[in-house]
C-alpha cells in the first residue's frame, strides 16, 4: 500500500520539480521536509490560538492543517523512497503491527 502512495507522491513531485526548475538532490528532500515540519506547525500554532488567524475561520484553518498533515506525509514518503528505505518494514518493526487477517 505504501509503495503505491510512495510512487504517486515520486511522480508528483517530480512533475512539480520540472516545471519549477527545481533540482531534488538527496539534501533536498530532508531540507523539504524540514520545511513542512514549520508549515504543519505554523498551520497549528494558528487553529489553536497561537498564531494570527489572517482572517481566517477556524474551518479554514483547520483544512490548512490537513492540507499541511497531507504534504509532511508525502516529503516523509519521499525522503524514505529516494533514500531506498524499506518503510513498510520499519513501521511494522518499530511500531509492532501485526498482519491483518
Known amino acids: 500500500m505504501l509503495s503505491q502512495l510512495m510512487l ?18 538527496p539534501d533536498w528532500f530532508l531540507l523539504k521536509l524540514q520545511e513542512e515540519v514549520g508549515e504543519v506547525t505554523q498551520a497549528w500554532n494558528r487553529l489553536s490560538g497561537r498564531g494570527r488567524s489572517k482572517g481566517k475561520t477556524p474551518e479554514e484553518m483547520r483544512q490548512d492543517l490537513a492540507d499541511e498533515t497531507a504534504d509532511l506525509l508525502g516529503h516523509v514518503l519521499l525522503l524514505a523512497h529516494n533514500s531506498g528505505l524499506d518503510i513498510e518494514t520499519s513501521i511494522k518493526r518499530k511500531w509492532r503491527f501485526e498482519p491483518v487477517g
Open 8 to 25: 504517486q507522491f515520486e511522480l508528483a513531485s517530480q512533475k512539480y520539480a520540472r516545471a519549477n526548475d527545481i533540482e531534488r538532490d
